[in-house]
T-cell receptor, first 113, second 111 residues
Framework: EAQVTQNPRYLITVTGKKLTVTCSQN?????MSWYRQDPGLGLRQIYY???????DKGDVPEGYKVSRKEKRNFPLILESPSPNQTSLYFC????????????FGSGTRLTVV | DQQVKQNSPSLSVQEGRISILNCDYT??????FLWYKKYPAEGPTFLIS?????DKNEDGRFTVFLNKSAKHLSLHIVPSQPGDSAVYFC??????????FGKGTHLIIQP
């Protein structure tokens, strides 16, 4: 089944404790992206990657890192999480960036206390 | 600055009637537009798209209209069904930096 898999689905952590949210897709998509969804703010792009070893900042990259060492994986890293990073996170992938619909993962609900 | 705007946070429509969701954009470089549907506890799912060379695209009960001069697009759902109750996101793209999403409209279909 073609899908984007995120782990974990739910995570509660403490301020300053490094964490990684994994994202994997099995569709051989070149384009991958991370979004966060917050009440009243919709979906905002954190980082995106057009291919292996190519990553770029989105609209809200502060406090996040990503890497794209393999085509299928695009982990989101929070080196020192803070409470304002409490959010619902979605990973998405696409064949390309122009005009193709994204396939989204099921989301990761992160709470930083 | 919000480049994609959905000005109605929620919309209530009676089952069987037409639902019309609206979206405005400010960036003239956008050349393709998409609508996504999201249920609680799930990721958004792609619904329908339209490129800037067209003014209408239809897929079953869903039709998207694009008015480039007004920088406005709309999603029509007819007839509306209970399963259509969800949050709908409008998205736009035109460059290498992916999609820009609106804040979403919560559509409620009343029996």
């Amino acid at each position: 089944e073609a899908q984007v898999t995120q782990n974990p689905r739910y995570l509660i952590t403490v301020t300053g404790k490094k964490l990684t949210v994994t994202c994997s897709q099995n569709m051989n998509h070149e384009y991958m992206s991370w979004y966060r969804q917050d009440p009243g703010l919709g979906l905002r792009q954190i980082y995106y990657s057009m291919n292996v070893e190519v990553t770029d900042k989105g609209d809200v990259p502060e406090g996040y890192k990503v890497s794209r060492k393999e085509k299928r994986n695009f982990p989101l890293i929070l080196e020192s999480p803070s409470p304002n990073q409490t959010s619902l996170y979605f990973c998405a992938s696409s064949l390309g960036v122009m005009g193709y619909g994204y396939t989204f993962g099921s989301g990761t609900r992160l709470t930083v206390v | 600055d919000q480049q994609v705007k959905q000005n109605s946070p929620s919309l209530s429509v009676q089952e069987g009637r037409i639902s019309i969701l609206n979206c405005d954009y400010t960036n003239s470089m956008f050349d393709y537009f998409l609508w996504y549907k999201k249920y609680p506890a799930e990721g958004p799912t792609f619904l329908i798209s339209i490129s800037s060379i067209k003014d209408k695209n239809e897929d079953g009960r869903f039709t998207v209209f694009l008015n480039k001069s007004a920088k406005h697009l709309s999603l029509h759902i007819v007839p509306s069904q209970p399963g259509d109750s969800a949050v709908y996101f409008c998205a736009a793209g035109g460059g290498a930096d992916g999609l820009t999403f609106g804040k979403g409209t919560h559509l409620i279909i009343q029996p």
